[in-house]
């Protein structure tokens, strides 16, 4: 039977993480795969996530199911973070997802069941998973232009000339904030624009939440995703919590839903729990437990925030002193973007032999398309990693 398969195609961020790991060199530099790493190139775990964890050991009483919709308590509070009370709570139905992509993948089956094979825009580029995800419930993935690669922003004009002529039975994919992977974002009055839009022409929008508070804090980063829900009927958003309180492998994440009345979400709410069900019966949910602890508890809160905090502004200043390093070197503006970019990645535009010679020379790994992941640059080797790029491009 299984002579009739195919070998797939395995996602390039995977594939080059274990490249990465395969790779004996000493001095090897990460910069493929977007997870944090502190100055000892350590992805560590948060003080903040380690008290919460020792709570649940030192109080909980059982693991029986949850149910079909997960934590609510963590639902609830994510809502609250990200949505800030824009909207009416009567509107809004939520899931616990395992991880954003569980999130994703729940809210992309439910759209595929109002839409079997609707269009789903996505940025262009846009994280390599948001199309085969959309393929894979039977969506049809289309892209709408969104960077310029001269200027390495926003192609801002180029996305409205998509986005205005969408249609009511048109998706469109929106990264709420920290653009992956170009690290290129729309400011507020670009989110009002696509608002406005979205409001005119009745196309649905959902939003992919994975990196609240990586960008410029917590509440700026909260912006596009709170002027699109306020401002449509229905909308979707995913939220990650991967990211934002390091918990990656532990898959916690939030399907929202906000319908246009409580019975319509009531009806979408019944859609994702029968998802879920029908898919893995249940969602994990030890860091749905851990991240409800932190929202709920004010000191274990404000210790978050502020690891939140650090992880930002360490990731702020290396972008500063990478952009630096080079223009330095170069004596070139070229790559100033990397400090105005934010976020947790850069497209930096290089050539794919540029990416495979640092990768085969220099044990610099970058995502193929040239993806850095700026929590990957080493402190104390920016001159050396600037040197290496320099002399990579030629
Ligand atoms: C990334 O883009 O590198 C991260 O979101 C990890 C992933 O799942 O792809």
């Known amino acids: 039977m299984f002579e009739t398969?195919?070998?797939?195609?395995?996602?390039?961020?995977?594939?080059?993480?274990?490249?990465?790991?395969?790779?004996p060199r000493d001095g090897k530099i990460d910069l493929g795969v977007g997870v944090y790493k502190d100055p000892k190139g350590v992805t560590p775990v948060?003080?903040?996530?380690?008290?919460?964890?020792?709570?649940?050991?030192?109080?909980?009483?059982?693991?029986?199911?949850?149910?079909?919709?997960?934590?609510?308590?963590?639902?609830?509070?994510?809502?609250?973070?990200?949505?800030?009370?824009?909207?009416?709570?009567k509107r809004i139905r939520c899931v616990n997802g395992a991880g954003g992509t569980g999130a994703l993948s729940i809210l992309m089956n439910v759209l595929s069941r109002a839409r079997p094979g609707g269009r789903i825009f996505?940025?262009?580029?846009?994280?390599?998973?948001?199309?085969?995800?959309?393929?894979?419930?039977?969506?049809?993935?289309?892209?709408?232009?969104?960077?310029?690669?001269q200027t390495r922003l926003v192609d801002f004009d180029a996305m409205m000339k998509v986005v205005d002529g969408l249609t009511p039975d048109d998706t469109i994919l929106l990264h709420g904030c920290c653009h992956n992977p170009t690290g290129?974002?729309?400011?507020?009055?670009?989110?009002?624009?696509?608002?406005?839009?979205?409001?005119?022409?009745g196309a649905f929008p959902l939003v992919d939440l994975a990196y609240l508070g990586f960008g410029d804090g917590l509440e700026a980063d909260a912006y596009g995703v709170r002027k699109i829900v306020s401002s449509v009927p229905e909308s979707m958003v995913a939220f990650s919590a991967s990211k934002n309180f390091g918990l990656y492998r532990e898959r916690a994440g939030v399907a929202i839903a906000i319908a246009k009345d409580s019975d319509s979400a009531?009806?979408?709410?019944?859609?994702?729990?029968?998802?879920?069900?029908?898919?893995?019966?249940?969602?994990?949910?030890?860091?749905a437990e851990i991240v409800r602890i932190?929202?709920?508890?004010?000191?274990?809160?404000?210790?978050?925030?502020?690891?939140?905090?650090?992880?930002?502004?360490?990731?702020?200043?290396?972008?500063?002193?990478?952009?630096?390093?080079?223009?330095?070197?170069?004596?070139?503006?070229?790559?100033d973007f990397i400090a105005e970019h934010s976020g947790m990645f850069s497209l930096l535009g290089l050539k794919p032999e540029v990416v495979e010679k640092l990768k085969l020379e220099d044990a610099v790994y970058m995502i193929n398309d040239s993806r850095i992941n700026v929590a990957g640059i080493p402190e104390d080797r920016v001159g050396e990693l600037a040197d290496k790029m320099l002399a990579a491009i030629g």
């Open 5 to 23: 398969l195919k070998k797939a195609t395995l996602d390039k961020i995977f594939v080059l993480m274990a490249e990465y790991a395969a790779d």
């Open 46 to 89: 948060l003080n903040s996530v380690r008290k919460a964890e020792q709570r649940i050991l030192d109080t909980a009483k059982t693991k029986v199911y949850k149910g079909v919709v997960g934590n609510k308590e963590f639902s609830a509070a994510v809502v609250d973070l990200a949505l800030g009370g824009v909207v009416d709570l």
């Open 122 to 149: 996505i940025s262009d580029p846009s994280w390599p998973n948001h199309w085969p995800m959309a393929e894979l419930v039977g969506l049809k993935p289309v892209y709408y232009p969104y960077f310029d690669h």
């Open 184 to 201: 290129a974002n729309l400011t507020p009055a670009q989110w009002d624009i696509v608002a406005a839009s979205l409001q005119r022409t």
């Open 266 to 287: 009531d009806v979408v709410s019944s859609q994702m729990q029968n998802v879920i069900r029908a898919t893995i019966s249940q969602t994990p949910d030890h860091g």
């Open 294 to 335: 932190i929202l709920e508890d004010m000191d274990l809160r404000a210790e978050w925030e502020a690891e939140l905090k650090e992880m930002r502004e360490r990731m702020q200043r290396l972008r500063v002193k990478l952009a630096e390093a080079i223009r330095q070197r170069s004596n070139s503006k070229d790559f």
